[in-house]
């Protein structure tokens, strides 16, 4: 089965600090990456997406992504956060092919906070 | 436009007794799929709908929990037996067909079930 590690817990940052936010995944096929991110009383929403083409993505918000295929990697990042991005981020993957395509398979999410 | 509407977004009920969790999708999106978010466990997934078929129900954690669709629209989670493991918020989401896998899922706001 798929499994997505969120390294970090809980982020703390002061505004103007860059961020990056680990992800892993464990999936050797074909996958789909996302971030989702909850902001607080919300929904979770889509942040940004890597499905294939340039391994560097970017979503909304100023956040990017990018994809490191030999490290199974997904990392998240933003030059510069600012206090509305305190939210939790989820990163998740699902397969490209096979029997379990539709279901997304969700790291523990980071708990990021900044401080004006 | 509308999003996706799960309804109640409050449950309190008794141990033991039934629950239905009801989920209404995006106009036109033919997929749709149940999760839920617990303190432990993180996101997990239940099921899986395409159309009124669910190609994929092995997040079902027990016999207690079933669910269906029909009309290909709005979906019904029910719990029976309610144990206060069942305590979690349980998330709808819906997105467009899937080619492969690669369509972003729209999440509800989640209905927050609390098992006394």
């Known amino acids: 089965a798929q499994s997505v590690s969120q390294h970090n817990h809980h982020v703390i940052l002061s505004e103007a600090a860059s961020l990056e936010l680990g992800c892993n995944y464990s999936?050797?096929?074909?996958?789909?990456l996302f971030w989702y991110v909850q902001y607080p009383g919300q929904h979770l929403q889509l942040l940004l997406k890597?499905?294939?083409?340039?391994?560097l993505v970017k979503g909304i918000k100023g956040f990017e992504a990018e994809f490191i295929k030999s490290k199974f990697s997904f990392n998240l990042r933003k030059p510069s956060v600012q206090w509305s991005d305190t939210a939790e981020y989820f990163c998740?993957?699902?397969?490209?092919?096979?029997?379990?395509?539709?279901?997304?398979?969700f790291g523990r999410g980071t708990q990021l906070t900044v401080w004006p | 436009g509308a999003g996706v509407s799960q309804s109640p977004s409050n449950k309190v009920t008794e141990k033991g007794k039934d629950v239905e969790l009801r989920c209404d999708p995006i106009?036109?999106?033919?997929?749709l799929y149940w999760y839920r978010q617990s303190l432990g466990q993180g996101l997990e997934f239940l099921i899986y709908?395409?159309?009124?078929?669910?190609?994929?129900k092995s997040g079902l954690p027990s016999d207690r929990f079933s669910a269906e669709r029909t009309g290909g629209s709005v979906s019904t989670l029910t719990i029976q037996r309610t144990q206060q493991e069942d305590s979690a918020v349980y998330l709808c989401?819906?997105?467009?067909?899937?080619?492969?896998?690669?369509?972003?899922?729209?999440f509800g706001d989640g209905t927050r079930l609390s098992i006394l």
């Open positions: 890597y499905f294939s083409g340039d391994p």
């Open positions: 998740a993957v699902n397969a490209g092919r096979g029997s379990t395509l539709g279901r997304l398979y």
């Open positions: 106009s036109g999106h033919t997929a």
């Open positions: 999936y050797g096929g074909t996958v789909n």
């Open positions: 989401a819906s997105s467009l067909a899937y080619g492969d896998g690669n369509q972003p899922q729209h």
């Open positions: 709908f395409q159309g009124n078929s669910a190609p994929d």
